[in-house]
């Protein structure tokens, strides 16, 4: 594998508050994101209702999560993964 990009698109519809947060990071940074650790994410896409995913930087084989991640509205977090 050499210089594999992550490129795409998300959308939020409805819903208050109508924004999520996209985030791309390792396999190794992912269970320790999960488990509530302080991380460093290759991509962060921020709050927002849509956005684009656009990381040209893996060079590194391995395993790679796409997380978005809602902000319900005095609930927590909910944390949803895609990822092959």
Not at 34 to 48: A, E, P
Request: charged share 15%; proline share 2%.
């Amino acid at each position: 594998m050499k210089d594999v990009s992550v490129v795409g698109s998300f959308k939020t519809i409805g819903g208050v508050p109508n924004t999520i947060e996209a985030y791309l990071m390792d396999d190794t940074t992912y269970k320790n994101w999960i488990g509530g650790r302080t991380v460093h994410i290759l991509f962060d896409s921020g709050s927002l209702s849509s956005g684009n995913i656009d990381h040209q930087a893996i060079t590194v084989p391995g395993l790679y999560h796409i997380v978005f991640c809602e902000l319900l509205s005095g609930i927590g977090r909910a944390r949803t993964a895609s990822h092959n």
